[in-house]
């Protein structure tokens, strides 16, 4: 299994950018996908979550800017980031946790990591 975002970049502040992650292999489900993000020297935070059914969780600092969503049919979640800020800037990771079987345990994958670049 393996998880690969795409849709990062350079982008001017106040602009907008959609990233996508698209989870492939092997997979018979997956529950929550998300997004979180790093930036050097800090911890990996919590950006927003969704799951299954589509519950979506924010973190506070993006509420309102930015949306996840995903296409279960596609096994493949976004976040449409609008009025981007410098502080936004970081690497975004994906996150699912899924079965690769039925009935089999369930997994937390990570994709590679894509920059967000937010220029003032």
């Known amino acids: 299994v393996q998880l690969v975002e795409s849709g990062g970049g350079l982008v001017q502040a106040g602009g907008s950018l959609r990233l996508s992650c698209l989870a492939s292999g092997t997979i018979f489900s997956i529950n929550t996908m998300g997004w979180y993000r790093q930036t050097p020297g800090k911890a990996r935070e919590l950006v927003a979550t969704?799951?299954?059914?589509?519950?979506?969780n924010y973190a506070d600092s993006v509420k309102g800017r930015f949306t996840i969503s995903r296409d279960n049919a596609k096994n493949t979640g976004y976040l449409q980031m609008n009025s981007l800020t410098p502080e936004d800037t970081a690497v975004y990771y994906c996150?699912?946790?899924?079965?690769?079987?039925?009935?089999?345990?369930?997994?937390?994958?990570w994709g590679q990591g894509t920059q967000v670049t937010v220029s003032s």
């Open positions: 969704i799951t299954a059914a589509g519950t979506t």
């Open positions: 996150n699912a946790n899924l079965r690769v079987v039925f009935g089999g345990t369930e997994y937390e994958y």
